[in-house]
């Protein structure tokens, strides 16, 4: 077991982190900028060291100031929590090659699973079940058209390299493709380098189901069940729940099994979540987080696990602590986001705190 862990991280995952180590008798090492000195994680954490100013580039996402941390302090893992540098492949595979160990998945499935149009080829070789659409990414506007009407209208322009909602436009028939092609290309130009795009059916009114996986690294996995993010607004999600008010037990052992399935065929490390459209009683895979999401402890409060302690555990190259038949689910829990806007538009409107009632 490591003696040390480093925390790529700030705020509440970072504390959660934190807590994790302290439970498993590992000290922690608390990163942080200039302007976060006196943040609660940086209290908590056994250590401290400061990694830059204030703006991520230059300490957050700073992966020479990360690693040169680690040397400092003496940290043998790097836990990054989400965000930030969580899915970064380029990040694992430094510090891999610097003899530390990254608490998640191999550089190469981080890599994998982030390229959209290469995470659906490879689920798809997996077994499981894909949205209709383009085989890889759609380089002119003749290519799109012709695959709306392969595909039949309406269709959904999506970045290959997208992510909350961005680079995503809908064409509702074949007169509309122009302007969502070069809209969704020019979007993912902007907001992620790369206007590579590709085409896929459009579903008029799915449940949006995401199933949690685990593995071990070494050919196995589990599945935790599904958690329900329906409720979005402006593609991001404002309630998540588990188990999913529409998914029965059967339905959620055949999809869990299928998901953990493809883990461990792929010798998946840690935490995992597979995403996916639900409609008509059929699931459509839609992208793979390689990494511990923001709401796992919907999942952790009905199963009664620790992930964190488990991604630790495993980084450690000890074995899952628990078996798909040990998991029972116990009760029901749920996650809200809460955002500050004003309305009549709800346009983002932060401000100080000054009262708070529940």
Do not use: W
Not at 82 to 96: D, H
Not at 134 to 144: I, M, P, Q
Not at 299 to 320: K, M, N, S
């Amino acid at each position: 077991m490591f003696e040390k862990i480093l925390i790529a991280n700030r705020g509440e995952i970072a504390l959660r982190v934190v807590r994790a180590c302290r439970e498993m008798g590992i000290k922690s090492v608390a990163v942080h900028s200039t302007s976060d000195v006196d943040a609660m994680h940086v209290r908590m954490a056994d250590e401290s060291i400061c990694i830059g100013p204030p703006p991520g580039a230059q300490s957050y996402l700073s992966i020479p100031a990360i690693v040169s941390a680690c040397e400092i302090t003496g940290a043998q893992a790097v836990h990054p929590g989400y965000g930030f540098l969580s899915e970064n492949a380029k990040f694992a595979q430094i510090l891999e090659d610097h003899e530390l160990k990254f608490i998640g998945p191999s550089a190469e499935h981080i890599r994998l699973m982030g390229d959209k149009i290469t995470a659906k080829d490879t689920m798809k070789g997996l077994g499981v079940p894909c949205v209709p659409g383009s085989d890889g990414g759609v380089d002119t506007l003749d290519e799109a058209t012709a695959l709306g009407r392969q595909i039949g209208y309406p269709v959904i322009v999506k970045a290959t390299a997208g992510g909350g909602g961005r680079g995503m436009k809908l064409a509702k028939s074949a007169s509309e493709m122009e302007s969502a092609f070069h809209t969704a290309r020019s979007e993912a130009k902007a907001a992620f380098g790369n206007d590579e795009v590709y085409i896929e059916k459009y579903l008029g009114k799915p449940r949006h189901i995401e199933i949690q996986v685990f593995g071990d690294g070494k050919g196995k996995a589990v599945h935790l069940g599904e958690r329900d993010c329906s409720l979005q607004r402006r593609h991001q999600k404002v309630l998540e729940e588990a188990p999913g008010p529409t998914i029965d037990e059967r339905t959620r052992a055949r999809i869990g099994r299928t998901c953990a399935n493809a883990a461990a065929r792929i010798s998946y490390a840690g935490a995992g979540t597979v995403e996916f459209l639900y409609e008509d009683g059929e699931f459509y895979f839609i992208e793979m987080n390689t990494r511990l999401q923001v709401e796992h402890p919907v999942t952790e409060a009905i199963y009664g696990v620790d992930l964190v302690r488990e991604q630790i555990r495993v980084a450690a190259g000890e074995p899952i602590s628990f078996s798909q038949k040990s998991l029972r689910i116990d009760g029901h829990s749920i996650e809200i986001r809460i955002n500050a806007e004003k309305p009549p538009l709800f346009s983002p409107s932060p401000g100080r705190t000054t009262q708070y009632h529940a």
